[in-house]
Nanobody, 121 residues
Framework: QVQLVESGGGLVQPGGSLRLSCGVSGSIFNIYNMGWYRQAPGKQRDLVAVITSGGITNYADSVKGRFTISRDNAKNTVYLQMNRLKAEDTAVYYC???????????????WGQGTQVTVSS
């Protein structure tokens, strides 16, 4: 069974930094794209950043230049370094990975449970 576990959320002042981590465990053949999404109260879940298995990245316009996504393929882990945080970055952050569990099987999307990030003075 595949599990994604996020960590690193918390309360931070505007202008501060946080680093989120998401580790993938379980029976895995291959991990493809890994990404971070966020959902603020009353809003839809939106893409924040995504990284391919080859390291190509893409970011939402609202976080470009402030957030950096990276991954450690040896550890099956994706990171999100968040700098110069703003109040509008407050949300529950979720990681998502496209994973195939066996040779010859199609990839499926798996989600973590979410971690709260609150930016407030």
């Amino acid at each position: 069974q595949v599990q994604l576990v996020e960590s690193g959320g918390g309360l931070v002042q505007p202008g501060g930094s946080l680093r989120l981590s998401c580790g993938v465990s379980g029976s895995i053949f291959n991990i493809y794209n890994m990404g971070w999404y966020r959902q603020a109260p009353g809003k839809q879940r939106d893409l924040v950043a995504v990284i391919t298995s080859g390291g190509i990245t893409n970011y939402a316009d609202s976080v470009k230049g402030r957030f950096t996504i990276s991954r450690d393929n040896a550890k099956n882990t994706v990171y999100l370094q968040m700098n110069r945080l703003k109040a509008e970055d407050t949300a529950v952050y979720y990681c998502k990975s496209a994973i195939s569990v066996r040779v010859g099987t199609q990839r499926s999307d798996y989600w973590g449970q979410g971690t709260q990030v609150t930016v407030s003075s």
